[in-house]
């Protein structure tokens, strides 16, 4: 083939050589605009995985590489005058420039013809100059390639928040360094770290409206570097730091990071009557932020991937080739984007973060990608992590009021209690409110006796009975259990009774009214189905078909139906304090009743309780208020909310952190976050841990305790959690379903084996609440008696 490589970056430079190697027929030209050895920009950074990916690509090319790296484990991160260090991380540096060096002598080697200070202005006619068969464009971030064919690949551009600079400074780094400073305007961060013998790379980057604040537009590049320099001052030990980009004149290498993402990445030219592919690679087609190291790693993925995809299906013909290309390496790209995009945003929200203490900042700041999990951070570095862990625990020993236990054993995140008002949870596990379709009008019965019961002994701290209806018309399908009726109440009594009786686990209640997605099937027998018969009226915010042309419309509720439902909470809530619950939740998510008043695609009213976002949230929260003066004073009161609707015009996260607010000002103990459900258009971007980081901001930015729920599966998800403080409890569904005795299972995959500490500490507990509870039912009972007759009453207790 005749191949032309439009870019002499990494990506060029590596497949073309990758390429000659595998067929030194090929005649392979790489088109650059720069001079030969001429390049910007200061080190690039390997992790040790991606060296072994060069190894087997090209083993020459590799060790060259391996020889000029300059290597380190550690990561320091500097916070609040405090330095943590973990290890084990396994990352390289190497300059740029001699990075391309490398690759460049390696082309000559191979009889790669490089051309150089050649600005491609039509890559259609240098095709034909060169009677190319195949044109890979590798133009780098601001790709003139990519712009020509933009309808053909469709890229999808984000310009960040942040604004940052590429420094460097000859101050060498033994660790690859994190600076957190704060200023009057604001905090600034620095990525540090050596890539030859004298040099290290010195970035720093700050959300725009500090840079604003801080006049940097205003600066020149001098001025810029002297600011830098002076509040990074305490790490360069009197280096200074440098610029290589004079070209560029006042405030202008200050850059915000685009993220890039293609839907295509193969666009057909005909030339002279035959298809010539058009290939995007490296930041053409991709960009991951370089707060994870991904960039140069992904272009010479890509290079990689398109060679190894000649060698397996070169035979089948070019289409073949270049489908399977995008394919791979779509899926891999959307991995490592997913993991920057996570970590950009940790970086562009620091100030989230800044109240922790510096321990659990830095263990926020490592595993900020949810790539790095509890677990990898201990085989990297387990002395680390065994400190972290007992930090972890005295903090939460201490919050709880409890003597930190004697234990051989240091105890994980996930296993430390949670205090809540009165109620103690011996560890973070929730069972989540799962609908089980198993009651007989309202009842709950033996099912929800053994599912509930079961799942107490199986070791999770708190355990949630399924959304529990207010009334028999705010019931999801005639199977769902309620609290409205007497026998309601004894009903939960006696699984509540069970619990207490044996386990040392809390158990909470879920109350809520079904609203527009009311009067339906199991889920068995059709989900969101209506019933054939015997339906009941709907209401809602808003007249709404939750289920377009199949669901009951929901008619909007008049102001009198909504004292009506209000009422019937507060006489749910008062029956579920009779029953024993130890925890009220009132559910205001997923599109059931309170829910449809807080999301704009479903409150459509013109009176107080529609309009804006406060308006929306008004009843509920006037529900809420209700149910708190009746609830008792030592039980705790979470609210599940929507935290995004995955809708436009929906609820977003934004969104979600002001109604965790009112929320909050209103008395709510804990926010669980979950999302959807709001909508049959929503569309959520699934994966593991995918509604955590709603918890994270609500818990960081609202400083209020949450529950983070979705896809957490497994301890190193919860413990990772936990310890980063982006929840304070995890529900945990569906694998509660598969085994009731997750929670310890879990324990002995994690060979924690030590957690007899709650029992220790739980005998005595219990007794004191048993006496707390009856002194203050005596006290409600006594009012107007005299000390002699509530003496009385308080002996015969």
């Not at 891999?332 to 970086?347: C, D, G, P």
């Not at 105890?411 to 089980?436: C, E, G, H, Y």
């Not at 009220?584 to 529609?610: K, V, W």
Request: proline share 4%.
């Amino acid at each position: 083939m005749n191949i032309l490589c439009i870019g002499g970056g990494p990506a060029g430079l590596y497949f073309a050589l990758l390429m000659k190697k595998q067929n030194p027929t090929h005649r392979i030209v790489v088109v650059e605009r720069n001079r030969p050895y001429d390049t910007f920009g200061w080190g690039v950074v390997f992790s040790d995985q991606t060296l072994g990916n060069l190894v087997k690509a090209d083993e020459q090319t590799a060790r060259t590489i391996l020889q000029a790296f300059n290597h380190w484990d550690d990561i320091d991160v500097h916070f609040k005058g405090q330095v943590v260090t973990s290890g084990g991380h396994g990352f390289c540096g190497i300059g740029r420039k001699r990075l391309l060096n490398i690759l460049q002598e390696r082309c000559e080697q191979l009889g790669v013809e490089l051309v150089f200070e050649t600005d491609v202005q039509d890559d259609q006619v240098l095709a034909q100059t060169y009677g190319a068969d195949l044109v890979i464009a590798s133009d780098g971030l601001n790709s003139r390639i990519r712009t020509r064919y933009e309808t053909t690949y469709q890229p999808d551009i984000d310009t960040r928040k942040c604004r940052f600079v590429w420094l460097g400074t000859k101050k060498l780094f033994s660790a690859f360094t994190f600076a957190f400073e704060e200023t009057e305007h604001g905090w600034f961060q620095a990525h540090a770290y050596q890539y030859d013998g004298d040099t290290a790379t010195f970035i720093v980057e700050t959300p725009e409206e500090v840079w604003l604040r801080a006049g940097l537009d205003q600066m020149d590049q001098a001025q810029a570097i002297a600011f830098c320099e002076k509040l990074f001052a305490k790490y360069l030990d009197g280096n200074a730091l440098m610029s290589n980009a004079s070209h560029l004149r006042g405030s202008a290498s200050w850059i915000k990071f685009p993220r890039i993402i293609c839907k295509q990445w193969v666009h057909q030219n005909h030339i002279n009557g035959k298809n010539i592919p058009v290939v995007l690679m490296g930041d053409a087609a991709h960009t991951a932020h370089f707060s994870i190291g991904s960039g140069t790693k992904l272009a010479l993925e890509d290079a990689i991937e398109l060679a190894n995809c000649f060698a397996q299906h070169g035979a089948s013909g070019m289409q073949a080739v270049m489908d399977a290309y995008q394919d791979l390496r779509a899926i891999e790209v959307l991995k490592i984007q997913s993991a920057a995009r996570n970590s950009m945003e940790w970086f562009e929200n620091v100030n989230r973060y800044t109240a922790m203490q510096a321990p659990q900042f830095a263990y926020s700041m490592l595993t900020r990608s949810q790539r790095l999990s509890h677990e990898n951070l201990r085989l990297r570095d387990a002395a680390y992590v065994r400190s972290f862990e007992v930090w972890i625990a005295e903090q939460a020993f201490t919050k709880a009021g409890i003597a930190m236990p004697k234990t051989k054993q240091t105890i994980p995140p996930m296993f430390t209690p949670f205090k809540v008002r009165d109620v103690v949870l011996k560890n973070r596990i929730v069972v989540s409110p799962m609908a089980q379709y198993s009651a007989v009008d309202g009842v709950a019965g033996d099912f929800h006796l053994v599912h509930l019961g079961s799942r107490a002994m199986g070791g999770a701290g708190l355990v949630f009975a399924e959304m529990t209806c207010v009334s028999a018309e705010g019931r999801i399908t005639p199977a769902c259990p309620g609290l409205y009726a007497p026998e309601h109440t004894q009903a939960w009594k006696r699984i509540v009774d069970f619990v207490h009786a044996n386990s040392d686990a809390k158990i909470a209640v879920q109350l809520g009214h079904a609203g527009a997605k009311g009067s339906t099937k199991r889920a068995w027998d059709g989900i969101d189905q209506p019933l054939d018969s015997d339906n009941w009226p709907l209401i809602s915010a808003s007249e709404q078909q939750y289920l377009h042309g199949v669901s009951q419309v929901a008619k909007a509720a008049t102001k009198e139906q909504m004292t009506h439902v209000l009422n019937e909470f507060v006489a749910s809530t008062i029956a579920a304090d009779q029953a024993g619950f130890d925890w009220m939740e009132l559910h205001c998510a997923h599109g059931y009743f309170l829910s449809s008043f807080i999301s704009p695609l479903t409150n459509q009213r013109s009176d107080e309780y529609g309009g804006s976002l406060e308006n929306r949230c008004r009843y509920p929260l006037e529900v809420f208020v209700a149910m708190r003066a009746v609830w008792p004073a030592h039980k705790p009161m979470s609210v599940r909310i929507s935290a995004h609707d995955w809708v436009a015009g929906g609820i977003t996260p934004d969104d979600a952190v002001a109604i965790a607010k009112l929320f909050k000002q209103a008395g709510a103990d804990m926010i669980d976050c979950s999302s959807g459900q709001v909508s049959k258009q929503e569309k959520p971007v699934y994966g593991r841990m995918f509604q955590t980081p709603f918890s994270d901001r609500i818990r960081n930015e609202v400083q209020i305790p949450t529950i983070a729920v979705g896809a957490i599966f497994e301890a190193d998800h919860v413990n990772s959690i936990i310890a980063a403080g982006r929840a304070d409890l995890c529900a945990i569904a569906r694998p509660h379903l598969a085994d009731p005795a997750w929670t310890l299972h879990e324990a002995a995959k994690l060979g924690f084996t030590d957690i007899s500490w709650p029992q220790q500490y739980i005998a005595g507990k219990l007794q004191l609440e048993r006496n707390l509870d009856r002194e203050r039912q005596v006290a409600a009972a006594s009012r107007g008696m005299s000390p002699q007759e509530i003496a009385a009453k308080l002996l015969e207790g």
